[in-house]
């Protein structure tokens, strides 16, 4: 994320902003970042992710979003873009514009290499305070490795790392199981 030279004093003053450009940033007390394109490899992630967990969502009482859901984070401020959420139940937005969710229960990052630090270390650090949120997937687009963070129930993270192909991660929030060689479709090898 490169910091875009503007800042804009308050939450409704970027979203005026925000919902007029041509390219999404994130804000952050009263600074916008504009969010950088995303690779080839990234890009086939994001749609395999969105094509398998749409597939399994289908028929339960959850939606999901890929790229352009904007998550706002009211406990911190942060208006962000995961590259996948999934909303279950009644999704809450912060205003009839509907493009900026408030309850998401699963997060999904696809990591590049100048925002892998920003999106284990800051960035999860804002996501905590979701109090919907279940459940935060970190994914590698250049080799095969998946850090899959689970909320317990007395609130602390449970972390569990893949890194084989044949492995599949089950997301206990939604009832849904991931193949790590449909995640990497088109993508890894190995």
């Not at 970027?14 to 394109?37: N, P, V, W």
């Not at 890009?43 to 979003?65: D, H, S, W």
């Not at 890194?163 to 193949?179: A, D, F, H, T, Y």
Request: proline share 4%; net charge negative; charged share 30%.
């Amino acid at each position: 994320m490169s910091a875009v030279p503007k800042t804009l004093p308050s939450a409704k003053d970027y979203l005026d902003f925000e919902r007029k450009a041509e390219f999404r940033h994130e804000f952050y007390k009263g600074e916008i970042f504009q969010m950088s394109g995303a690779s080839r490899e990234h890009n086939t992630i994001v749609f395999n992710l969105a094509r398998e967990i749409g597939n399994q969502l289908r028929g339960k009482n959850c939606e999901g979003y890929a790229n352009d859901m904007r998550v706002h984070i009211p406990a911190t401020g942060l208006f962000t873009y995961p590259d996948v959420v999934v909303a279950c139940g009644e999704p809450k937005f912060l205003d009839d514009e509907f493009d900026t969710l408030l309850n998401p229960i699963v997060l999904i990052g696809v990591l590049s290499p100048t925002t892998a630090n920003y999106d284990r270390g800051k960035k999860f650090w804002h996501y905590q305070s979701i109090e919907s949120l279940r459940e935060y997937l970190l994914i590698a687009q250049d080799e095969t490795r998946v850090e899959h963070l689970i909320k317990q129930a007395d609130g602390r993270w449970q972390v569990a790392e893949y890194i084989s192909i044949e492995k599949e991660i089950e997301l206990p929030s939604i009832e849904i199981v991931l193949k790590l060689s449909e995640v990497y479709e088109r993508i890894l090898k190995n």
